[in-house]
């Protein structure tokens, strides 16, 4: 069983930056692909970022393109998210997803097998 943690969101203004950080504990983390998801009030789960096995790979919504950056630190079993120039659009709960396929990159949340509760990321303008 892997055990996901996130931390990090909180309240920003528009423009701010801000950085997300989940660990993985009770598995391989440095086998597994990891990602990022948020969901908004009323709004479908949508695709953040994903990044691969070895950090070599990874992928982004046409939205985060530009102003989020994934990256991981496998000695610390950590995945972060960097996010720049917030903006409103951005409120929502960012979930960290755990994939022990770590070759494989994915954007589709339900090929992920362990999740963790999510942290509120709000954005004011």
């Known amino acids: 069983q892997v055990h996901v943690v996130e931390s990090g969101g909180g309240l920003v203004q528009t423009g701010d930056s801000l950085t997300l950080s989940c660990t993985a504990s009770?598995?391989?983390?440095?086998?597994?692909?990891l990602g990022w998801f948020r969901q908004s009030p009323g709004q479908e789960r949508e695709f953040v970022a994903s990044?691969?096995?070895?950090?070599?790979?990874?992928r982004y919504a046409d939205f985060a393109k530009g102003r989020f950056s994934i990256s991981r630190d496998d000695a610390k079993s950590t995945v972060y998210l960097q996010m720049n120039s917030l903006k409103p659009d951005d409120t929502a709960v960012y979930s960290c997803?755990?994939?022990?396929?770590?070759?494989?990159?994915?954007?589709?949340?339900?090929?992920?097998?362990?999740w963790g509760q999510g942290t509120q990321v709000t954005v004011s303008s």
């Open positions: 990044i691969g096995w070895g950090g070599m790979i990874t």
């Open positions: 997803a755990v994939l022990k396929e770590g070759w494989r990159i994915t954007i589709a949340s339900n090929e992920y097998e362990y």
């Open positions: 009770g598995g391989t983390f440095n086998t597994y692909g």
